[in-house]
């Protein structure tokens, strides 16, 4: 037995609202990749980052023994290298 369902104007608006929504967070988690790539290359890491690379929560890392780079900008930015180290001493 075959069944027909007819969707209305707003259906379908709101079915293609759900869809770019979805498309849209798919983009987002591949350019936040993307741009942590960017910044492992460089050297330097967020708090963000380093949360997406352990797992972790911002909360955690804040009370991990993790001093920042000596860097002029006014954001906390580590050394990717040092992380480890400052973790595992």
């Known amino acids: 037995m075959k ?4 969707a209305t104007e707003q259906d ?4 293609g609202a759900e869809g770019a929504k979805a498309i849209a967070r798919d983009l987002e988690d591949q350019i936040g990749d993307i741009r942590l790539l960017g910044r492992l290359k460089t050297g330097l890491i967020t708090i963000t980052d380093i949360c997406r690379l352990y797992g972790v929560e911002k909360r955690t ?16 930015l580590y050394r990717v290298e040092e ?3 400052q973790l595992s001493g």
């Not at 890392?61 to 906390?76: D, F, I, K, R, S």
């Open 61 to 76: 890392v804040h009370n991990w023994p993790l001093e920042p780079a000596g860097t002029p900008t006014q954001q906390n």
């Open 83 to 85: 992380v480890g180290e």
């Open 3 to 6: 069944q027909v369902f007819e």
């Open 12 to 15: 379908l608006e709101q079915a």
